[in-house]
């Protein structure tokens, strides 16, 4: 398993931006897909975005298509959610992810704790 740690999470207004970014430590960075989950309060954890290992390919949910954009610096360890436009249902508790390229959350087996993310209208 990899060590991840988040950050970047926040109040901002709704249309407003916030920057998530995920630091791994503990084994080769490289050699696992990423991906960013959020939960809210009552609400089952749902897939955000995905990057494959080297960067190349990357996934969105639906939901977020067009806002938010996923990228990773290997070199650093680092992912980033970069989060445009937000809105309030995109308040919730983000969670990076290291495991293999997949929109479900039974394909990561390491989790970071989570960082929380409120929007207000």
Known sequence: QVGLVESGGGL????????LSCVASGRTFSNYAMGWFRQ???KEREFVAAITRSG?????ADSVKGRFTVF????KNTVTLQMNTLKPEDT?????????YSYGSESYDSW???TQVTVSS
């Open 12 to 19: 901002v207004q709704a249309g407003g931006s916030l920057r």
């Open 40 to 42: 809210a309060p009552g």
């Open 56 to 60: 190349a390919i990357a996934s969105y």
């Open 72 to 75: 990773r610096d290997n070199a």
């Open 92 to 100: 919730a508790v983000y969670y990076c992810a290291a495991g293999s």
């Open 112 to 114: 970071g704790q989570g």
